[in-house]
């Protein structure tokens, strides 16, 4: 993707966002039948963060993953949650109150594919549902492996295509015909939610990504299809020398 197509896709994405940063909490749950609260807990077991651990959650939108590492790393810990809509990070401020993770939790207007942050800076960096959404898969990577200390952890969760051809027919079905309707009926416009379908067209299958992880330099790749592979987790590793 060239650096003027880049552009279109980033700022599309972002126009996309803040359309629906009010509803996206609601949505997103009424869209996936709930599971990605599911399927973030599973994430979070696999993480196995530790009290006083820094995290950066990139593409924190509402922040809810950040709020829930938060909660696991503690006062000890610190979380830094980026996104590039203030509208989804106006959404996700109050939450820190509410959960009471304010104290030690911070959230940043920025780019996932030039974070600003120094190489060895956290022990785990998170990406929720937002790495399809990215200019540039690979380079998104790569700036989070060189955040994340040696021996620390690069983390994607995100739709995925399942492998069984019967399944994934009628998930496309789903996903692509009827999903748009439902986002259209609660939110009154189409392009935000035809937007979410059509993001998942060209983003690679979870064999692929597991390859682009290590491509980005990390290694020991972790791959977990979720729900009959609608979704899939992978956990990758910066070596440690």
């Given at each position: 993707m060239g650096q003027g197509e880049s552009r279109v896709k980033s700022d599309f994405v972002h126009d996309v966002f803040a359309q629906i940063a009010g509803r996206y909490d609601v949505m997103n749950s009424v869209l996936s039948f709930n599971q990605h609260k599911i399927w973030r807990r599973f994430a979070m077991r696999?993480?196995?963060?530790?009290?006083?651990?820094?995290?950066?959650?990139?593409g924190t939108g509402t922040g809810d993953w950040a709020i829930a590492m938060a909660q696991t790393v503690g006062a000890r810990g610190q979380v830094t949650g980026i996104d590039f809509c203030q509208e989804m990070l106006d959404v996700a401020e109050p939450k820190l109150n509410r959960f009471h993770v304010a104290g030690f939790t911070n959230l940043l207007l920025g780019n996932a594919m030039a974070l600003p942050f120094e190489d060895h800076s956290f022990d785990v960096a998170t990406i929720g549902f937002a790495l399809r959404n990215v200019p540039d898969v690979a380079q998104v990577l790569k700036e989070m492996t060189r955040v994340v200390k040696p021996g620390g952890k690069v983390v994607s969760l995100e739709l995925s295509k399942p492998d069984f051809g019967p399944f994934r027919a009628l998930y496309y079905f789903y996903f692509y015909r009827i999903l748009p309707l439902i986002g259209r009926a609660a939110v009154g416009k189409d392009e935000p939610y035809r937007w979410l379908p059509e993001s998942l067209r060209t983003f690679p299958d979870r064999h692929k990504l597991a390859?682009?992880?290590?491509?980005?330099?990390?290694?020991r790749v972790e791959d977990y299809p979720l729900t009959f592979g609608i979704c899939a987790l992978h956990i990758g590793y910066k070596p440690k020398a």
């Open positions: 696999k993480m196995r963060l530790k009290t006083g651990e820094h995290c950066l959650d990139v390859r682009m992880f290590e491509e980005a330099g990390l290694e």
